[in-house]
């Protein structure tokens, strides 16, 4: 519980500082900007708060401080609003660079420099073009633009370029000044990074937080998936509503300027007499009538500049038969009484043509251009007959450049809205699913590994995670917390029988050993002492680079552990034999030997019996192998060199050597510096020379392991000369 007050408590400061700095941002923000204004600086510097915000506080915060500064300016300036996006787009950009550390070294802040150039000049300018296109006549044209555009560039590319440059020396002022209060800040406040978070758990650190994005999985991450999937629906709802938005527009401008075609029809129809539409072909210019009419429709014509022709015809089979065109200054006039084909885009219209039908107002492609048509019949009031038509041609080219200007606007909103919107629901899905699940895989990963230690660390850092989401994530962490408990306890079960069963193990061998040792009245510590020689010649051997990969810990437990087992053979000795006093004939030293074969047959038919036999290898080797000599003349195989095991190499130093400085049945034990030089004289023909080495350099360990050896086997001398120094005294 006092984890969770902490992370808790450590939140709510966050979030209040994350608040303080995004009013500090956005106060920032509007100093510069307006200060420039004032000042008649042809410049922005309204986004060192972004930009600033972006650095200390990361993605929520700046992309909140973006798009926020661009509603309070659009308040007063509308256009402010489609440059959000923009604004946006440079916080992603500073918080993704300072999360990389670009703005510590000079070659990555130019770097991020020539970034926010990028997203405010190349396209801020294509923004500016889409939304209001480039009059080089204008007075607000930056200087720039004005002498691009007198140099001979087109245009887009005088007003491209001007951006640009404007934008680069704009953003270069921006990050020397974000700079300059990042060194205040750090300097005064002792401030360099405000923690944001929305913990759903223990609070992790920022070096375990990037071993959780570091992780690997087969295909994409989660966090990747989520992503696609949340840009993909917004995608697919922006182009759906845009289009929407889009054909209702469009629909919207068609029926306007329809409106305004219609009324222009109904003017047109009000100047002309339905009796004398014959005599207008006739007559035409020469009729007074007509030339006033004429001159009328040519002041429709062009009294709005969208009009690109006005004109009276008669529908006849074979085409529009011309009344009147108001001319406008082109060479498309037709002449009264010329008969013009129909276009292929009113064919579908001309049977209600004939009739004298209303005809819907149509958009119509042709050589003439792309045009809205209005037509108007005109009706004669006293047959009722519609004797011609009334008709208005509109230019659709303003209706696409305010399609194309309505478009930018969608996609200017639409894409600093999208950023918002997946900058905040990225960063609850980190805290909320993509940490929790991350954080409860990599423990699980680390219980798996720690579970053959004895402090299983791994369930205890599952434990201290303290998943708090509320939802399906919780319950899935709190089923593998008590998992990870259970499999805790039931390994720890397991080794504990392991343990007895090892210790059981190693008792029984024991215990046959010394059975086996024990009819030989003067050899019952033999197991005791070769056990403990073999394991300093292990000790020693394990330092050699050579033998590191095959003398481990399981290997070296193996060895000692089998170690009492190498005469187990004897069991077929006859005890006449074993206690024999004195020395043994040829005949009776073979009938000896066999118990190396008898040890090997014994052992083989224990690992026939269990179904891992692995552990009685080394005991075979040791039983069968421990009297081979180096140089080939042992028994009972003769082997030589690196063809005897490793484990019988080194028993057969450990059983040479105990069996000198032993009490026997034929003879008294030696003394240790002789039996020493025997195992020196040894090595490289009896002995391993390798391994006779190391065992005479362990000269103080084995004196210790044979004097212990020699008090046991003579305790009455060992009180005399403890007697004798007590006298002494």
């Known amino acids: 519980m006092d984890s969770i007050h902490k992370t808790k408590e450590k939140q709510k400061s966050g979030l209040l500082k994350a608040i303080l700095l995004i009013l500090a941002g956005l106060a920032v923000n509007l100093l510069f900007s307006n200060l420039v204004k004032l000042l008649n600086i042809p410049l922005y510097i309204d986004n060192v708060g972004i930009i600033l915000t972006s650095i200390l506080g990361g993605y929520i915060p700046g992309v909140a401080v973006g798009y926020i500064t661009n509603f309070i300016n659009g308040i007063s300036d509308s256009s402010s609003y489609y440059y959000g996006t923009l604004s946006v787009i440079n916080a992603v950009i500073a918080a993704y660079g300072a999360h990389r550390g670009w703005f510590k070294r000079i070659p990555t802040i130019i770097f991020a420099i020539v970034l926010f150039t990028i997203s405010g000049g190349v396209l801020g300018s294509i923004l500016t073009w889409m939304l209001y296109g480039f009059d080089p006549t204008s007075p607000d044209n930056k200087y720039f633009a004005t002498m691009f555009y007198e140099k001979g ?165 074979n085409g529009y038969e011309v009344v009147f065109d108001a001319d406008i200054g082109d060479d498309n006039t037709w002449y009264p009484g010329e008969i013009i084909p129909f276009q292929k885009d009113f064919e579908p219209y001309i049977n209600q043509a004939l009739r004298g039908e209303d005809i819907e107002p149509l958009v119509i492609n042709d050589q003439y251009g792309w045009l809205l048509s209005i037509f108007k019949p005109v009706e004669n009031p006293r047959t009722g007959d519609v004797v011609c038509y009334s008709c208005v041609d509109i230019r659709m080219s303003h209706i696409q450049e305010d399609e194309n200007n309505f478009l930018a606007k969608v996609i200017a909103l639409f894409v600093g809205f999208f950023v918002l919107v997946l900058a905040v629901f990225m960063w609850l899905t980190d805290y909320c699913v993509i940490y929790p699940i991350n954080a409860m895989s990599m423990a699980a990963k680390t219980m798996a590994f720690d579970l053959s230690g004895a402090e299983r660390q791994g369930a205890e850092k599952i434990k201290r995670l303290g998943i708090r989401t509320g939802d399906e994530i919780e319950t899935l962490y709190l089923a593998l917390v008590k998992e990870s408990e259970d499999i805790v306890r039931n390994i720890a079960d397991i080794e504990e029988q392991k343990d007895t069963i090892n210790t059981m193990q190693n008792a029984l061998i024991t215990v046959l050993a010394n059975m086996v040792e024990n009819r030989d009245k003067f050899t019952g510590n033999h197991v005791k002492n070769t056990a403990a020689y073999a394991k300093i010649i292990l000790d020693e051997l394990k330092k050699d680079e050579k033998y590191k990969d095959i ?141 006779a080495k190391v065992f005479l350099g362990a000269e103080e360990k084995i004196r210790k392991v044979a004097k212990e050896n020699y008090d046991r086997d003579n305790p009455d001398e060992v009180s005399k000369d403890n007697s004798k120094k007590d006298d002494s005294k």
């Open 153 to 317: 560039l087109p245009d887009f590319w005088a007003q491209f370029c001007s951006d640009v440059l404007y934008d680069l020396i704009d953003k270069t002022i921006t990050v020397l000044l974000v700079l300059i209060f990042l060194y205040l800040i750090k300097t005064l406040f002792k401030l360099k990074k405000v923690e944001f978070t929305f913990w759903h758990q223990n609070v992790l650190s920022d070096e375990e937080i990037k071993v959780l994005k570091k992780s690997k999985v087969r295909n994409k991450t989660l966090r990747h998936k989520i992503l696609m999937l949340l840009a993909g629906v917004m995608i697919i709802i922006a182009l759906v509503t845009a289009g929407i938005s889009f054909f209702l527009y469009r629909n919207k401008l068609i029926e306007n300027n329809g409106d305004m075609g219609t009324g222009i029809t109904n003017i047109a129809a009000t100047l002309i007499n339905p009796d004398r539409i014959d005599e207008y072909i006739k007559y035409n210019k020469k009729d007074a009538e007509y030339n006033d009419i004429l001159m009328h429709l040519e002041t429709i014509a062009k009294s709005h500049g969208d009009i690109k022709y006005v004109y009276i015809i008669r529908m006849t089979p």
């Open 551 to 691: 003398i481990t810990d399981d290997y070296e437990y193996t060895i000692i552990n089998s170690a009492p087992l190498h005469d187990v053979g004897k069991i077929q000795i006859p005890d006449s034999l074993l206690n024999k006093n004195g020395k043994l004939t040829d005949e009776e030293f073979k009938q000896m030997q066999n118990h190396t074969l008898a040890g090997q047959n014994i052992i083989d038919e224990a690992a026939n019996m269990v179904k891992d036999p692995s552990y009685l290898n080394e005991a075979k080797n040791l039983a069968a192998y421990h009297h081979e000599k180096w140089n080939g003349t042992g028994y009972p195989y003769g082997l030589k060199e690196d063809e005897i095991p490793l484990s019988a190499r080194i028993m057969a130093v450990a059983d040479v050597f105990d069996a000198l400085v032993s009490k026997r049945s034929y003879k008294p034990g030696f003394p240790i510096e002789k039996a020493l030089d025997i195992i020196r004289e040894g090595a490289g023909t009896h002995f391993d020379p390798e391994i």
